[in-house]
């Protein structure tokens, strides 16, 4: 049984001034899409339309494409890392990114073409199956320019949620059969994801029966996905490795995400329900993507290091300012660092703030303004309780002044952007105050013990215009009853 919340509201809305519809670009959002039809697939399939995946790049070794990769931002790519460990530091002066590309016959509208500047392998990446860390980031010579045909793609959410069967795309310029030939015209599937436990036993039938028993290289933690189905015919091949997979925002914002990275499977397109009963030569496998999701952290590591030897130059990486664990009792989380400044596109950054033992954390937005949009899909700011214990979803300009939580409740701020800076931000000011404190207009209230539910300055009159809101938590196999 899930979890339990319960919303008790006073006169309650997350008020949101609605400006004019700004217009720019979004990452995860094409301009020129189609959705893919089911018979599409890389191999063996039909060709992608124009302009349906703006953020895919073709990485070429002397002008011959090798594998795919991501737009991230306007000077990175995500890519697979085993696109790169048979590839030489002197041979990768002779590679080049191709971004904005479609047929490699002719030179697209948008295509633009990049130097390597640096490539990070992610340090625990192992070709061994089932070859998990297998990502890498590169930075190009110099900046990209977005455009209708050329944009970058989302990254999930640490805590995105994606379920089985969920239907994904994955688009390259791969083999279209297994041995067959690279296609010069851009080709996509539909892949549907196959649910954990089911890949982990694919994954074991995929290493042969005499490696059954004993798990691959056990202190190494599996960071893959699965998609594709067991009847086999669809799947990604030779020379998509690295291209994303790109799936819906679990949040049902309209955006898409990377998923994935493309990284390996048995065969190509071959079916893998019935592996038991063949050799290990015949054995087939879904589609083995990166699961981008668990490699957050390293990202956002490599491309502040990268921002760090810049020395004061633009800032590429995915947080601005610092975030992490805040530890002071009572502090200011601002973000930009400079007022009058405005947030960085493509941001993640992560606060995670401790209470200390019988205290209450109380969050001010001393102020707040970020890219209205009403399902706060694109720049917005989630406030958890503990692990995921989601308190409230924020974005546009907050009518709420505080948020308020149970004593001893640790609290996390998860900041995302998307592409179009449209918000001055946010300084959010955070202090550890003794017990419970009372309501007052314009205060969320997370409620996780029993405890009395009363208006402002009861038995008091409270004042007009009064907007409190109580979120109530109940955990697993509970439900909430309130009394009155």
Not at 255 to 260: D, K, R, T
Not at 398 to 420: E, K, Y
Request: with cysteine.
């Amino acid at each position: 049984m899930k979890a339990t919340v319960v919303l008790l509201s006073l006169c309650f809305c997350v008020d949101i001034v609605v400006p004019a519809a700004h217009t720019g670009l979004k990452c995860g959002l094409a301009q020129m899409w189609s959705p893919v039809v089911e018979s599409l697939r890389v191999v063996g399939g039909s060709e992608a339309t124009y302009g349906s995946h703006p953020w895919l790049v073709s990485l070429r070794l002397k002008n011959s494409h090798f594998c795919g990769g991501t737009v991230l931002t306007q000077r990175w790519v995500m890519t697979a890392a085993h696109c790169f460990t048979s590839v030489s530091r002197s041979v990768r002066s002779h590679m080049s990114v191709v971004v904005g590309e479609f047929d490699r016959r002719v030179e697209d509208e948008e295509e633009q073409v990049f130097g390597v500047k640096t490539v990070s392998v992610h340090e625990m990446y192992h070709h061994a199956s089932p070859m998990s860390y297998d990502i890498a980031l590169v930075e190009l010579d110099r900046h990209i320019r977005l455009g209708v045909h050329v944009q970058p793609l989302c990254l999930p959410l640490p805590d995105e949620r994606v379920f089985p069967h969920t239907s994904c795309i994955v688009g390259g310029w791969g083999r279209i059969k297994e041995r067959g030939r690279l296609p010069v015209v851009l080709r996509e599937v539909r892949l549907d994801l196959v649910d954990a436990a089911k890949c982990n036993h694919v994954l074991r039938t995929v290493r042969g029966s005499h490696l059954n028993q004993r798990p691959v290289r056990p202190q190494t933690a599996v960071t893959v996905l699965c998609a594709g189905p067991e009847r086999g015919g669809k799947d990604a091949c030779q020379g998509d490795s690295g291209g994303p997979l790109v799936c819906p925002a679990g949040s049902g914002g309209g955006h898409w995400v990377a998923l994935g990275v493309t990284s390996w499977g048995k065969g190509c397109g071959r079916s893998w329900g019935d592996n038991g009963s063949r050799p290990p030569s015949r054995r087939g496998s879904p589609g083995i993507f990166t699961d981008v999701r668990l490699l957050l952290p390293w990202i956002k590591l490599q491309l502040r290091r990268a921002d760090q030897k810049k020395q004061g130059n633009t800032l590429s990486g995915l947080c601005s300012v610092t975030d992490g664990s805040v530890y002071d009792n009572d502090g200011v989380i601002r973000n930009p660092a400079l007022s009058g400044d405005r947030y960085n596109n493509n941001e993640l950054c992560v606060w995670r703030i401790p209470a200390p033992p019988g205290r209450s954390l109380v969050l001010e937005f001393e102020s707040f303004n970020l890219e209205n949009d009403s399902h706060c899909r694109y720049d917005r700011l989630t406030v958890s309780a503990g692990t995921y214990r989601p308190v409230g979803v924020f974005c546009g300009s907050v009518s709420l002044s505080s948020v308020h939580l149970s004593p001893s409740q640790n609290a996390t701020l998860l900041f995302s952007s998307d592409v179009s800076r449209a918000g001055s931000g946010f300084v959010i000011r955070h202090r550890a105050v003794q017990g419970n404190t009372g309501p007052e207009c314009g205060t969320l209230v997370f409620i996780e013990d029993e405890t009395v539910v009363h208006s402002p300055h009861y038995p008091q009159s409270y004042s007009n215009d009064c907007v409190v809101r109580w979120v109530i938590y109940a955990p697993r196999g509970h439900i909430v009853k309130v009394m009155h």
